[in-house]
């Protein structure tokens, strides 16, 4: 994996990078793990002669001594929105910019998978509001767009602040995908909203519209999870909002930590509830391999 991340950061080639990636790990799928997401069932046909027997209704063959088959909408292709945020608390820590270059390489693979299986693919850049909404499509042209608005937000700087409306953003979304998809999102979910119900009642309305629903929590867990520095001083600053408080780890430990907690289990229990695979992700992870993790699992569920 070094010798990949080096030859990408030497070339700028995120399509090469996504590219080894699917590669890498792919080869064990022996199908989809999103085959059916979009397969909804319509109506029954008559079976004619010649047709495959594949789709014949054997329940209804029992009951009236007649050969149906069941009509499937959208049954070629998958359709998939991968929903990036793009706001300043991803772009943390500076050093490495862990949160936003996982969600970015993760998103990448994803995309060239997809496009791999002839899905088609569409990207939503967000913050405070949705600041790019590509359509879904499954050409080579488009999925190029997808790797370089990908790649513009690895090179972003963040200088500017950004802050995080994900519950105005999701209840877009929800309004603007006219088709039954598949929305895969990588957030860290830091809305800065007191009531923790609205992102559940955003994450509900992309659910009640017959959406298909993946959350990647993108978190720093050393950091922002366990709140583990060193003992000695510090000045925090709110990368969103730009305010400075100075003080020592030890005096907040305790709190945070159970308050992000509290946060993350409320958000894993709703989105079990809500039937939305919820994946907590370590920016230090290694993308190909909580990737492969989790389309293995899946796979093994269809």
């Not at 993760?106 to 995309?111: N, V």
């Not at 060239?112 to 939503?124: K, P, T, Y």
């Not at 995908?177 to 909203?193: N, T």
């Not at 229990?269 to 230090?284: A, H």
Request: net charge neutral; charged share 30%.
């Amino acid at each position: 994996m070094k010798s990949t991340l080096e030859e990408t950061r030497q070339t700028g080639s995120l399509e090469l990078l996504a590219k080894q990636l699917v590669e890498g790990f792919i080869t064990g799928l022996h199908k989809s793990p999103y085959h059916g997401f979009s397969v909804e069932f319509a109506e029954h046909r008559l079976y004619n002669v010649g047709q495959t027997t594949r789709h014949i209704d054997w329940k209804v063959f029992a009951r009236t001594d007649r050969l149906y088959t069941k009509q499937y909408e959208e049954e070629t292709n998958l359709r998939c929105l991968l929903v990036v945020d793009c706001s300043s608390s991803m772009y943390y820590p500076k050093e490495s910019l862990a949160k936003i270059r996982f969600s970015v390489f993760a998103s990448s693979a994803l995309a060239f998978l997809l496009h791999r299986q002839r899905d088609a693919v569409g990207l939503s850049l967000f913050a405070d509001s949705v600041e790019e909404l590509t359509p879904i499509k499954s050409s080579s042209t488009h999925l190029n767009k997808v790797f370089t608005l990908l790649e513009k937000k690895l090179q972003d700087s963040a200088k500017d602040s950004k802050h995080t409306n994900v519950v105005r953003v999701l209840h877009e979304l929800a309004e603007k995908i006219h088709k039954r998809s598949l929305v895969i999102i990588f957030s860290d979910m830091f809305d800065g909203s007191e009531n923790h119900e609205d992102i559940f009642k955003a994450l509900q309305h992309l659910k009640h519209n017959k959406h298909e629903v993946l959350l990647f929590h993108v978190t720093d867990h050393e950091t922002e999870l366990r709140f583990s520095f060193a003992e000695k001083p510090y000045e925090f600053i709110d990368l969103e909002s730009g305010e400075k408080l100075k003080l020592h780890p030890s005096e907040i430990k305790e709190r945070f930590e159970t308050e992000l907690a509290r946060m993350h289990d409320q958000l894993k229990l709703k989105c079990n509830q809500l039937k939305i695979d919820f994946i907590s992700v370590d920016s230090k992870s290694s993308y190909d391999e909580v990737l492969q993790a989790y389309l293995i699992k899946r796979s093994k569920m269809k």
